[in-house]
């Protein structure tokens, strides 16, 4: 099944990355069975400690990189190289929800919500924070 919804858990200090079940099968398929299951594959992709995002400037760089580099491959390195540039200075954005991206388009998408100060328009996931 899909899970449209990012939580970033204080509880568990996790976030939760949305998902579609036909890129989990995906991933699965072409793993050389590193995973047992696509369980495995959630645990291992989709679930991130919160630590991972502690330097907010640095963690946007590499998931602004990352975005471009493996999840919107028409891209050039030199794109990649500009957005992430471009990114790490944007205080204004969590470095989770550009993880949380599936590519390029729905980055852009929430680019346009933040600069608007309208995020009630972003549809591409549900954003739940959970706190202790």
């Not at 793993?31 to 991972?52: C, E, R």
Request: include cysteine; charge should be neutral; glycine fraction near 0%.
């Amino acid at each position: 099944m899909d899970n449209d919804i990012l939580i970033i858990s204080e509880k568990t200090q996790k976030a939760y990355l949305p998902y579609k079940y036909k890129d989990l099968e995906k991933i699965f398929n072409n793993s050389n069975n590193k995973y047992n299951s696509i369980i495995d594959v959630i645990d291992d992709i989709y679930i991130l400690p919160l630590n991972k995002f502690k330097y907010p400037a640095f963690a946007r760089f590499r998931e602004a990189f990352k975005i471009i580099k493996y999840r919107s491959p028409k891209y050039s390195f030199f794109k990649a190289l500009d957005l992430s540039f471009e990114l790490m200075f944007k205080y204004d954005l969590n470095p989770i929800i550009i993880a949380a991206c599936r590519n390029i388009d729905e980055l852009d998408i929430y680019l346009d919500c933040l600069e608007e100060k309208e995020l009630i328009g972003f549809k591409c996931f549900e954003i739940r924070n959970e706190f202790n």
